[in-house]
């Protein structure tokens, strides 16, 4: 099968196509023909070596963790599936022609595999943050950085649960966020007067790490009610850094319930051949997208 993978810490250009042998479901797991693969930063974050000191890998190594494909082989425990399922989930070395995922739900009906891709790890994220946020309805949530996916996840999710949003985004994404439902503002000089203006702010979430962590206390009064998922200097604030993932299983169910109730999309922004990895991955660290990025197997 053909699988993307690195042997070196690095760029974008460390990427490489290869052959490679197919891997097979071990207990508890389904393998799938992947349709597609999300393109997560956590994708290029590992390629680059970021997480050595805490979780070493060892080298050469696959890539991705998001897939939606169909089920071709279920491990001796695994339930719920059959053969022929079309999945969405999550797994380990998505970018391949074949991969075995670890949790995962059948897609709901009428979502295609590339927008299946892109849901599994951004809901994870989106739940678990709003979660550590402690907001509820009737309260406002400040979400910075909050057009790309786990932005547009979050935003749906507070929605759905009667939470006010405060959102920034560039320019050109302010409408986009306005159809989300939330209450928007651009970036830039003056943004933290801007949201001060629409009102009081319960709690706030950085997804950007764009170095706003200082005014986002300032703007909730308690580093305590800040909670990041991008800026490693979090702890220098006291704001906590939301790192540990929470159950995916959950996570999955979620986005089939909203999705089928018509209260959750995540637009594709682009997707690419598998040969193209690299190109995604630069595009990914370039940020400022509208919706998730996939890789099209």
Do not use: C
């Not at 890998?57 to 696959?62: I, S, V």
């Not at 950085?145 to 749906?156: C, E, P, T, Y």
């Amino acid at each position: 099968m053909k699988k993307v993978s690195f042997a070196a810490f690095g760029g974008p250009d460390v990427l490489r196509l290869m052959d490679a042998e197919e891997p097979h479901a071990g207990p508890g797991r389904i393998r799938i023909a992947v349709r597609a693969a999300g393109v997560n930063p956590v994708d290029w974050r590992i390629r680059e070596g970021q997480f050595q000191q805490i979780s070493p890998l060892a080298l050469p190594a696959g890539v991705g963790q998001d897939a939606a494909g169909v089920v071709d082989e279920i491990g001796e425990g695994a339930e719920g599936v059959e053969i022929g399922d079309p999945v969405f989930g999550v797994g380990s070395d998505t970018y391949a022609e074949f991969a075995v995922l670890s949790s995962w739900a059948r897609m709901p009906e009428g979502l295609t595999f590339e927008e299946a891709a892109g849901y599994p790890s951004v809901m994870e994220t989106a739940l678990r943050i709003i979660r550590e946020a402690g907001v509820s309805s009737g309260q406002t949530l400040l979400v910075n950085g909050a057009s790309g996916g786990v932005g547009s996840a979050v935003l749906q999710i507070a929605r759905d649960r009667g939470i006010a949003v405060i959102g920034t985004a560039g320019a050109a994404n302010q409408d986009y966020l306005r159809g989300l439902g939330a209450v928007a503002t651009t970036y830039g000089e003056g943004w933290a007067e801007r949201v001060r203006r629409l009102g009081r702010v319960d709690a706030a979430l950085d997804l950007a790490g764009s170095g706003v962590l200082r005014e986002l206390v300032e703007l909730t009064g308690d580093p305590q009610k800040v909670i990041t998922i991008a800026d490693p200097a979090a702890r220098e604030l006291g704001v906590r850094f939301s790192g540990a993932a929470g159950s995916m299983t959950d996570a999955l169910t979620e986005a089939a319930r909203l999705i089928s109730e018509g209260g959750l999309h995540i637009p594709v922004a682009r997707s690419y051949p598998l040969a193209e990895a690299a190109a995604a991955h630069i595009d990914s660290q370039a940020g400022h997208t509208r919706g998730r990025r996939v890789i099209i197997v």
